[in-house]
C-alpha cells in the first residue's frame, strides 16, 4: 500500500471532533480509525503497538544500527467541523487554471496554485473538508513505518510514533502520555505546504461573554427593558475591528468572534484571543476584562461575564533551548532538495501543549493546503516528498 492510498483509505473514516463534547476522544469515529492504525502497526510488527482507553494509539519502530536517537512523530486523527459532510476524495491532474470540483465549487485564485501545475491533486467533491489536516501526516507516518520494518529498512534512530484524538478542539496533547512515548524530542507532522517548518505558534485563550439582560415588552420597556442582545452587539462594537483574522497576518494577533447567539434576557460571545508575543496576549484578555467592567458600570453589576480560558503557550521559549532538533528538520529537508520555509504557526498544534509537557516537539508540513474548507486540497507528490523527508529525519547521523 502507498502513501497516497493509505491517506485515500484513513480520510473515509468520519473523524470530525466535537467541541461540545466531554469525552475522550469526543467522537466514536476517532476510536474506529485509531483501531485500524493500532491493528496496521501490529501487522508490520511492532509488538507494542496499541490504542490505550483515550483512543491514543502509540508504537515504537526499534533502531536499526547504533544510533541512540529516540525520536518522535505524532499527528492527530481528527478533523475540523468547518465543512460537515461526506469525504469523497478526487485525484484530478493540474494543468493550470480553476478546479471544478463535483459539486460545482470552483478553486481558483490562490497564489500558490501556479506552484503545482503539472501535479496529480487530492480534492474534496465540494461537500466537505478533505482531511489532510491530519490524516495527511498520518499517512506518511504510516507510510515511514512500514518502511523502516521492511527488512531492507536502512539504518535509523528509534521512532516513537503517536496519534492523537481531538487536536482541533484543542484537546490533543490532554491525556497524552509522554513518559510511556519514550521519546528525547519529537516532531508534529500537521503543517501545510512541503517545506514549512515552524517552532513558534500562538498564545492561545478561549473567552466566553455572557450578558444576561431583562425581558419586558417592548410597549412599556422604557427605562426598564435591559437587551442583552444589544449589549452583547456593543461589546463585541468596542472590539479593534482591525485585529479579526480577516485583517492580520503574520505575527499580528486579533480577537476572533467564533459563535454568538442571544435574545432579550440572555445572549453569549464566543471568541478566541490570539497572540505571538506573551505581553500582548497578556493584554488583549485585560482589555475584554475591562469591557466587562466598563459595561457593568453602565448597565448594572452582573449584566456581563467574561470567562477566558488560556489554551496553550508559544512554543518558542521551549524550542530556542533545542537548537539540534531545529537543525536535525531542516537539514532533512535540505537533503530532500526542499527549501525549508520557518514561518510562525497562526494556530497551534499538539506540539506546542507537548513541549511545555517536557517533549521538545516543532511542526513539519504535510504538503496540504486550504485547511478547513471545502477546498482543501494535497498534491499526491507532496504526500510523497514527505515520506522522504520524514526518512531522512530517522537516517540521519
Request: hydrophobic letters at 35%.
Amino acid at each position: 500500500m502507498s502513501v497516497v492510498e493509505r491517506f485515500l483509505r484513513y480520510v473515509r473514516f468520519e473523524t470530525t471532533s466535537d467541541e461540545a463534547s466531554n469525552t475522550c476522544p469526543s467522537t466514536p469515529g476517532q476510536l474506529v480509525l485509531g483501531k485500524q492504525l493500532a491493528k496496521e502497526l501490529q501487522e508490520m510488527g511492532l509488538s507494542d503497538a496499541r490504542q490505550d482507553e483515550h483512543g491514543y494509539v502509540y508504537a515504537t519502530v526499534p533502531a536499526k544500527g547504533n544510533s541512540s536517537v529516540k525520536l518522535g512523530l505524532i499527528a492527530h486523527m481528527d478533523t475540523s467541523d468547518a465543512v460537515k459532510g461526506p469525504t469523497d476524495p478526487q485525484i484530478v491532474h493540474y494543468e493550470g487554471g480553476p478546479v471544478t470540483l463535483k459539486n460545482g465549487t470552483v478553486i481558483e485564485g490562490f497564489s500558490f496554485m501556479d506552484h503545482l501545475i503539472g501535479q496529480d491533486l487530492i480534492v474534496t467533491s465540494g461537500d466537505s473538508v478533505l482531511g489532510a489536516d491530519d490524516k495527511a501526516g498520518v499517512a506518511e507516518i504510516m507510510e515511514l513505518a512500514y518502511r523502516l520494518t521492511q527488512p531492507d529498512a536502512p539504518d535509523h534512530c528509534e521512532v516513537h510514533i503517536g496519534f492523537t484524538p481531538d487536536e482541533e478542539i484543542g484537546r490533543g496533547a490532554d491525556l497524552f502520555d509522554v513518559e510511556h512515548f519514550g521519546a528525547d524530542f519529537a516532531y508534529t507532522v500537521d503543517g501545510g505546504a512541503l517545506g514549512e517548518f515552524e517552532y513558534e505558534n500562538f498564545n492561545a485563550a478561549s473567552c466566553m461573554v455572557t450578558v444576561t439582560g431583562l425581558s419586558i415588552h417592548p410597549g412599556s420597556a422604557k427605562n426598564q427593558m435591559k437587551n442583552a442582545a444589544s449589549i452583547a452587539a456593543l461589546f463585541h462594537s468596542m472590539l479593534p475591528e482591525a485585529e479579526t483574522p480577516e485583517h492580520t497576518e503574520g505575527y499580528e494577533g486579533f480577537y476572533h468572534l467564533h459563535g454568538m447567539q442571544g435574545d432579550c434576557e440572555k445572549a453569549t460571545l464566543v471568541y478566541i484571543i490570539r497572540d505571538h508575543d506573551r505581553d500582548r496576549f497578556e493584554a488583549r484578555k485585560v482589555f475584554m476584562l475591562k469591557l466587562t467592567e466598563m459595561l457593568n458600570t453602565r448597565f448594572g453589576e452582573g449584566t456581563v461575564r467574561c470567562d477566558i480560558k488560556d489554551s496553550y503557550y508559544n512554543m518558542r521559549e521551549i524550542m530556542e533551548q533545542h537548537k539540534d532538533v531545529l537543525d536535525r528538520a531542516q537539514k532533512a529537508f535540505l537533503q530532500c532538495d526542499i527549501s525549508p520555509q520557518v514561518q510562525p504557526i497562526r494556530g497551534g498544534t499538539d506540539g506546542a501543549r507537548l513541549s511545555y509537557m517536557g517533549l521538545p516537539c516543532p511542526n513539519l508540513s504535510t504538503g496540504g493546503y486550504n485547511f478547513h474548507s471545502r477546498k482543501e486540497l494535497i498534491p499526491v507528490q507532496s504526500l510523497e516528498k514527505m515520506v522522504e523527508v520524514l526518512e531522512k529525519l530517522v537516517t540521519m547521523q
